[in-house]
């Protein structure tokens, strides 16, 4: 991809394209959808990329990187912002020289996640400047607008995408945008302002403070906020993706397009609002916008309670403006997700269910599990739950049902947050043991096959550190580790669970097979890294 003339770009790869340009130091985070393809396309482009074990590791890096001076892109999906609340909403009191440019990317409707939180909240719990485009053009400027800004006021910028814009191809302009010259990174010593004992933090908090009322007054007089002229009859507020559908629903209405939606630009809201007869706030998700103005005393109508939920498109729009509570025609279905012809976890889902375990289960592609013709999962939270749950469950249950319980996890999960439920496993083992399960199948495979610490390879597949799962299971502790196959012999596999289950110890299980659809590819990494050493 050159840098010239006209290109059609997804969101996530006019993030890429952005950071490229604004020479990124390091793009770092963790791979999700719909955020996944950021890095590898930062990657591809030359940029210096790395998937890191889990989110919260993610954002501490890039905190690391701003701090000396140096450009940061964090990315992640809107889940993965929970694992990385904790560095979040301390950084944001802190002072950062570099930029550190924060991507959040949500995903209403659950296209492929266990929730449709709204990650704006967390901008105003944490006191972040956020930026949301609506399309890939201004995925594109607004990187390099956070860039700016981050710069400027020495604060995080968080970029808030949601799956539409990620994955919906434009027309992007590179050629032309202003784009924020880079400085040699620099340590400078500021410990009052970057070590936050509450000495620190307690003045901290009141400049942050100051510098959000600085910032807002910023937004009224240059931000990213544009008003389409129209009709005085109808007023509708909006930003993302929503602006999209509000432009084709309604191309007579007026329209306030907001670009920065923390802090809000309340006095640009209130002259807009006060040009039309009726306003209404149009978004998908939480009613954010609509609360914060109406904080504010202006009047603004909310959309219906029913349309929180799952993605807006046009023909919802539609509905909105005309009030519209009638039940909704059910969207086709389309077929369901499954397991590949051949998958290794195959195997192991019909053993769970044949002996008719309590599984409790975690995120990836072993999530599928949960359906028919398996149906062997019970339980699903989020990354790495699936060890402290089952432990919960067998400190709970009676000794007869506690010795069905088993968590399932898979590799790449481990890294992400497997390993303290390990260690809370050695640390308080119920009085039954316990069984984890862990498929390992060589690769990150539920967001498109990236690699992890356990791989041995970084995120242009070449040669790194390689830390074996089984040898930290077992320096933390667990003596029954087991290392198997069960496609190669699913009787015996489906023998060893229970013989574990049985045991009142604690037990390590390691199914390890090579994802079908990695192999080829695992391979020629592993030749090509061989000729190169």
């Not at 970029?159 to 814009?165: E, K, N, S």
Request: charged share 20%.
């Amino acid at each position: 991809m050159d840098n010239k003339g006209k290109q059609l770009l997804n969101g996530d790869e006019a993030v890429a394209a952005a950071a490229f340009d604004a020479g990124i130091t390091l793009g770092t985070g963790y791979p999700g959808t719909p955020s996944t393809e950021i890095l590898e396309e930062f990657e591809r482009l030359g940029g210096h990329a790395q998937w890191a074990p889990n989110e919260k590791v993610a954002l501490e890096v890039g905190i690391g990187v701003a701090i000396a001076g140096g450009r940061t892109v964090v990315t992640m999906k809107h889940v993965g912002l929970n694992v990385a609340a904790d560095p979040l909403f301390t950084v944001a009191l802190m002072d950062i020289p570099g930029a550190l440019v924060i991507v959040s990317a949500d995903d209403p409707g659950m296209s492929s996640s266990q929730n449709e939180q709204d990650n704006r909240r967390y901008a105003v719990a944490a006191g972040v400047v956020m930026l949301e485009p609506s399309d890939a053009q201004e995925a594109y400027e607004f990187t390099l607008r956070a860039i700016e800004i981050a710069e400027c006021w020495h604060l995080p910028v968080m970029l808030r995408l949601t799956t539409r814009v990620c994955h919906s191809k434009t027309l992007v302009m590179r050629e032309g945008v202003s784009v924020p010259q880079s400085r040699v990174p620099e340590y400078v010593r500021n410990v009052s302002r970057r070590s936050m004992i509450p000495a620190n933090a307690r003045p901290a908090h009141k400049k942050l403070r100051e510098s959000l009322a600085q910032i807002a007054q910023w937004n009224e007089r240059s931000g990213p906020t544009e008003v389409i002229a129209g009709s005085g009859t109808l007023g509708i507020i909006t930003s993302g993706i929503s602006y999209q559908h509000v432009r084709e629903a309604a191309p007579e209405a007026s329209v306030l397009k907001i670009g920065m939606t923390h802090p809000l630009p309340m006095e640009t809201i209130e002259r807009f609002a006060a040009t039309v007869d009726r306003c209404i706030a149009i978004e998908e998700g939480d009613p954010y916008l609509y609360e914060a103005i109406r904080t504010a005393g202006i009047e603004v109508e909310d959309k219906p309670s029913m349309y929180r939920f799952g993605e807006l498109n046009i023909q919802r729009v539609r509905r909105i403006i005309a009030g519209d509570c009638s039940t909704e025609a059910k969207p086709v279905p389309g077929k369901p997700p499954a397991l590949c012809p051949g998958c290794p976890h195959r195997t192991v889902f019909t053993s769970l269910k044949a002996l008719n375990c309590i599984v409790s289960g975690d995120i990836g592609c072993y999530g599928l599990g949960v359906l028919p013709p398996f149906e062997a999962i019970d339980i699903s939270v989020c990354m790495g739950a699936s060890i402290g749950v089952g432990l919960g469950l067998r400190h709970a249950l009676a000794e007869p049902e506690a010795k069905r319980v088993i968590s399932v996890i898979g590799d790449g999960t481990f890294f992400h947050s497997g390993l303290t439920g390990i260690a809370e496993m050695v640390y308080n083992p119920p009085k039954t043991g316990h069984v984890v399960l862990l498929l390992d199948n060589g690769t990150t495979a539920m967001t498109g096959m990236q690699e992890h610490p356990g791989t041995g390879r970084t995120l242009d597949h070449h040669k790194t550190g390689k830390i074996l799962i089984e040898e930290v299971i077992k320096s933390m502790g667990i003596k029954n580790v087991h290392i198997v196959d069960a496609t190669r012999d699913p009787a015996a596999f489906e023998g060893l669970i229970q013989s574990s289950l049985d045991k009142s110890e604690l037990s390590v299980i390691i199914n390890r097979r090579p994802c079908l659809l990695a192999v080829k590819s695992i391979k020629e990494y592993e030749k090509c890294n061989e000729q190169n050493n």
